[in-house]
């Protein structure tokens, strides 16, 4: 049996230098190290995002949903081609389900996406959701920042279309779009409505054939219901448009309606605001999220936390007890030096 080569651990100067070269192979490595959960994984990642610092914010970041069968990979790969077609460098960051058995990334669009899999001036990440709240990647914004450094002009996130994965990716792009279809059914109206209310634009896709006129209706349809929604962006208002993926119908215009808002919100100063209160956002996130895993990791409090969590099913202690109590612990704990919270 052939045994592979392991590859050559990079050291922090190898991978700030491959990733601010472009070179996709080496960002593909500092993103795989950015999302490991591994302590010493996690300060030589943070050492990367630091020094390639200075070199991101550059890019457009779109974030791209829709419910399933709406065409988002076929869209983002129209979309992306043309911005190649226009000099431009893109990334996809496509937020996966991670697979039940291996918790890893089905990469699914990647396959789908194959113009763009093999353009020079593309990079697809699919990343596995891994349990992360709302279905988004843990390490998302990380890799879209990683993505800024090493010099792409768009980034594209396109969310699994389920849950809060809406939400998390709002709150990390500049322009986010909302891909539906005609005549997808009153079953799927609810999920609609919920992410209509982030949309700076929506895109009726496939409307192409005898979709077409289907198309038209939804679209005038769409239009109605936003004069009833607050837009997402102040001073922008949010509108319905058509196109088709697979004939490229409405790409074109598409992203042209995205630089109208990048002017528009630049302008304004609205564009830099979003992005600072998306920055505290991540990091009030991130900064919740990392002392939930450092509680729920604590061997203090491991043998304690299966006998509150029985309590609180069994309705004889309140959820926000049973934290609150699992917090003291833990706390209790450092204080005796029983407990690291490195």
């Known amino acids: 049996m052939v045994q592979r080569a392991r590859k050559k651990m990079l050291s922090v100067d190898e991978l700030v230098d491959g990733v601010s070269r472009g070179d996709r192979a080496v960002l593909a490595r500092a993103i795989t190290l950015v999302e490991s959960n591994a302590l010493h994984h996690f300060k030589q990642g943070q050492e990367v995002l630091t020094k390639?610092?200075?070199r991101t914010g550059n890019a457009v970041r779109v974030g791209i949903t829709g419910i399933p069968g709406a065409g988002k990979s076929t869209f983002i790969e129209a979309l992306g081609m043309h911005l190649i077609n226009q000099n431009k460098k893109v990334a996809v960051l496509a937020i996966d389900p991670s697979?039940?058995?291996?918790?890893?990334?089905?990469?699914?669009?990647?396959t789908r996406m194959v113009q763009l899999t093999q353009s020079e001036?593309?990079?697809?990440?699919?990343?596995?959701?891994?349990?992360?709240?709302?279905?988004?990647?843990?390490?998302?914004?990380?890799?879209?920042?990683l993505c800024e450094a090493a010099g792409f002009d768009v980034i594209l996130i396109e969310t699994i279309g389920v849950g809060q994965s809406e939400i998390m990716v709002r709150s990390m792009v500049d322009f986010f779009l909302l891909l539906q279809i005609a005549g997808g059914g009153d079953e799927l109206q609810g999920i609609k409505k919920g992410v209509m209310e982030l949309a700076d634009a929506i895109l009726i896709n496939?409307?192409?054939?005898?979709?077409k006129n289907r198309a038209l209706q939804t679209?005038?349809?769409?239009?109605?219901?936003?004069?009833y929604l607050q837009p997402a962006t102040p001073g922008w208002h949010t509108k319905a448009h058509i196109g088709s993926a697979l004939t490229g119908v409405g790409i074109p215009e598409f992203w042209q309606?995205?630089?109208?808002?990048?002017?528009?919100?630049?302008?304004?100063?609205?564009?830099?605001?979003?992005r600072d209160v998306q920055a505290k956002e991540?990091?009030?996130?991130?900064?919740?999220?990392?002392?939930?895993e450092l509680i729920t990791g604590s061997p203090s409090i491991s043998h304690l936390q299966k006998t509150i969590e029985s309590q609180v099913i069994n309705g004889e202690k309140t959820a926000a007890t049973?934290?609150?109590?699992?917090?003291?612990?833990?706390?209790?704990?450092?204080?005796?030096?029983?407990?690291?919270?490195?």
């Open 52 to 54: 390639v610092l200075p």
């Open 99 to 110: 697979s039940s058995i291996t918790g890893g990334s089905i990469l699914g669009d990647k």
């Open 121 to 145: 001036n593309a990079f697809i990440r699919p990343s596995p959701s891994a349990g992360a709240f709302g279905g988004v990647a843990r390490r998302t914004h990380e890799s879209m920042l």
């Open 206 to 211: 496939k409307a192409d054939g005898e979709n």
């Open 219 to 227: 679209k005038q349809d769409t239009t109605m219901a936003l004069h």
């Open 257 to 274: 309606v995205v630089e109208v808002f990048v002017a528009a919100t630049q302008a304004s100063g609205y564009f830099s605001e979003r």
């Open 282 to 292: 991540w990091l009030q996130w991130l900064l919740r999220d990392q002392i939930n």
């Open 322 to 342: 049973g934290a609150r109590e699992l917090l003291e612990t833990f706390l209790e704990a450092c204080k005796k030096g029983n407990q690291s919270i490195e």
